[in-house]
């Protein structure tokens, strides 16, 4: 996948700016996402070979942090955007078939992010899609409806059920909480790229 691609899947679109971050770090995008149950700004460096801030690679040195990418919380506002990709990952083209035809392009589902913990320092992050787990059911788990060509090649979930109750995954206990109900799991979607937070909680 292209660099450009990561950042899509795992960022979606946000506002591009040219100035800098608290501590005076230079960022390049930045979006709403959620952490411990909060709307929370994230700040993103883009590859420097794409004219942003921020590496290429993922550094050994930056520290990491887990960004579960799950059906957003809010149908109306959803912070990652449905979007679409070429499927040919290489070139950035559409693929052609037998006819010559441009073939349909491969959805980015619409999705929140909500990252396992507040990282106040810039960190590779690492994106993985929250599917239904082998223990989920209509009963237990709400899950968004999946377009069509979904990279994902499965529902999103939004919700599980806890001790009776309703409950979103905009918090990363609840994320792990259902993986160990077995309620939901987790699908490795990509390299993100740099990001730090900034809390900005919701009134």
């Known amino acids: 996948m292209t660099r450009r691609g990561a950042l899509a899947i795992l960022f979606g679109a946000g506002a ?12 390049d995008l930045t979006k709403k996402a959620w952490v411990d149950g909060k709307t929370v700004q994230v700040y993103v460096q883009m590859p420097k070979a794409r004219g942003g801030h921020g590496p290429n690679e993922p550094s050994k040195n930056k520290g990491k942090v887990d960004v579960f990418l799950v059906a957003p919380v809010s149908d109306a506002e959803p912070y990652g955007p449905q979007m679409s990709m070429p499927l040919d990952k290489i070139s950035g083209k559409p693929m052609l078939d037998a006819n010559g035809k441009p073939m349909p392009d491969v959805i980015v ?3 929140d992010d909500t990252f396992e913990r507040f990282a106040t320092k810039p960190t590779d992050t690492y994106g993985y899609w929250i599917v239904p787990g082998p223990k989920a059911t209509p009963e237990t788990v709400a899950i968004q409806a999946m377009p069509a060509n979904s990279m994902v090649g499965e529902p999103l979930v939004q919700r599980i059920k806890i001790d009776g109750e309703w409950v979103p995954l905009n918090d990363a206990k609840t994320v792990r909480k259902g993986m160990e109900l077995g309620l939901v799991a987790k699908k490795f979607a990509t390299w993100g790229g740099i990001a730090w937070l900034k809390s900005a909680p919701k009134h």
Do not use: M, R
Request: glycine share 0%; charged share 5%.
């Open 16 to 27: 591009l700016v040219q100035t800098a971050a608290a501590a005076d770090i230079a960022f």
């Open 109 to 111: 589902p619409a999705h």
